[in-house]
């Protein structure tokens, strides 16, 4: 998400660098379920190669890294025991997360929308050796039999992406065995009122926290080139209870000592103060 003032800004100039699709501003404004997929797949499909090339080394091919605060699940076991456990990674990018999990035992199988990221994850299975099994699919409309999971996660993939996450939630919850554990990391929601500046300037709130209207970036043409949809807190835990799971945890992960790594929005300064991650911990019941 990026600053959005309370009215429409003026046009911005034209923007393609990358092969990003052409973007001249942004709003606040509603957008459709079929939009925002069309959308947010275009972006990561061209946007893959600069994404990799800024954070493939803070990913890593084959590690399992949940934020820009770099909790790993090697230390904070949000999963459980992954061994001999069929496990669906969702909005997977290169699949570094799921490479890290056939280390450990687990059978994974790791989806995005986006056919660019997919195209990274097999060249990762490639220079690696670890080939897991990739599925081009969009997260609310998953291509997978009932039951057929015990874990299900993703770190920072596919629900702000989403105009109906409680769709996405019940999805989930339709491919998990009853017990199977969901995960997922997104951008806290208190991030939503400030400014994506790593600076100062994103200590300032500038935003109401409970305006869910969607983050746009439009092109020429005015339809969408990416869409960031907002959910409060208590948004998040309704829709994941009305799906049927049990909320265990919600982690909020401190800016630890020694890291320096600015990641867009996340930076030292902006980690001392504030959170930058959620992760929500659910079980099906």
Same mark, same amino acid.
């Given at each position: 998400?990026? &600053?959005?003032?309370?009215?429409?800004?003026?046009?911005?100039?034209?923007?393609?660098?990358?092969?990003?699709?052409?973007?001249?501003?942004?709003?606040?404004?509603?957008?459709?379920?079929?939009?925002?997929?069309?959308?947010?797949?275009?972006?990561?499909?061209?946007?893959?190669?600069?994404?990799?090339? &800024?954070?493939?080394?803070?990913?890593?091919?084959?590690?399992?890294?949940?934020?820009?605060?770099?909790?790993?699940?090697?230390?904070?076991?949000?999963?459980?025991?992954?061994?001999?456990?069929?496990?669906?990674?969702?909005?997977?990018?290169?699949?570094?997360?799921?490479?890290?999990?056939?280390?450990?035992?687990?059978?994974?199988?790791?989806?995005?929308?986006?056919?660019?990221?997919?195209?990274?994850?097999?060249?990762?299975?490639?220079?690696?050796?670890?080939?897991?099994?990739?599925?081009?699919?969009?997260?609310?409309?998953?291509?997978?039999?009932?039951?057929?999971?015990?874990?299900?996660?993703?770190?920072?993939?596919?629900?702000?992406?989403?105009?109906?996450?409680?769709?996405?939630?019940?999805?989930?919850?339709?491919?998990?065995?009853?017990?199977?554990?969901?995960?997922?990391?997104?951008?806290?929601?208190?991030?939503?009122?400030?400014?994506?500046?790593?600076?100062?300037?994103?200590?300032?709130?500038?935003?109401?926290?409970?305006?869910?209207?969607?983050?746009? &970036?439009?092109?020429?043409?005015?339809?969408?080139?990416?869409?960031?949809?907002?959910?409060?807190?208590?948004?998040?835990?309704?829709?994941?209870?009305?799906?049927?799971?049990?909320?265990?945890?919600?982690? &909020?992960?401190?800016?630890?000592?020694?890291?320096?790594?600015?990641?867009?929005?996340?930076?030292?300064?902006?980690?001392?103060?504030?959170?930058?991650?959620?992760?929500?911990?659910?079980?099906?019941?």
């Amino acid at each position: 998400m990026t &600053e959005v003032p309370q009215t429409p800004p003026p046009p911005a100039p034209p923007s393609s660098a990358g092969g990003l699709p052409l973007t001249v501003g942004v709003a606040r404004r509603e957008e459709s379920a079929g939009d925002t997929v069309r959308a947010n797949r275009r972006w990561w499909d061209t946007d893959a190669d600069d994404y990799h090339a &800024e954070h493939g080394a803070f990913l890593g091919a084959a590690d399992f890294v949940w934020c820009p605060e770099r909790l790993r699940e090697q230390d904070a076991r949000l999963l459980g025991d992954p061994r001999g456990r069929r496990v669906l990674e969702i909005g997977c990018g290169g699949a570094m997360c799921s490479r890290w999990l056939v280390g450990q035992g687990a059978l994974p199988v790791a989806s995005d929308v986006s056919a660019g990221m997919l195209r990274h994850a097999r060249a990762y299975n490639a220079s690696t050796g670890i080939d897991v099994p990739l599925v081009q699919a969009d997260a609310q409309y998953l291509p997978f039999a009932s039951g057929a999971f015990d874990i299900a996660f993703t770190s920072f993939g596919a629900v702000p992406f989403v105009a109906d996450s409680p769709r996405l939630m019940r999805e989930i919850a339709r491919v998990l065995r009853p017990g199977g554990r969901w995960v997922y990391s997104t951008t806290h929601p208190i991030r939503w009122i400030f400014p994506d500046d790593p600076g100062p300037g994103g200590l300032t709130a500038t935003m109401p926290y409970w305006d869910r209207t969607p983050y746009v &970036e439009y092109g020429q043409d005015g339809r969408a080139t990416y869409v960031e949809h907002h959910r409060t807190l208590s948004d998040r835990i309704r829709e994941l209870v009305a799906a049927g799971f049990r909320v265990l945890d919600v982690v &909020e992960p401190p800016w630890p000592a020694g890291h320096t790594q600015v990641w867009g929005q996340w930076s030292p300064l902006r980690g001392a103060i504030l959170p930058g991650t959620a992760i929500y911990v659910c079980e099906l019941a």
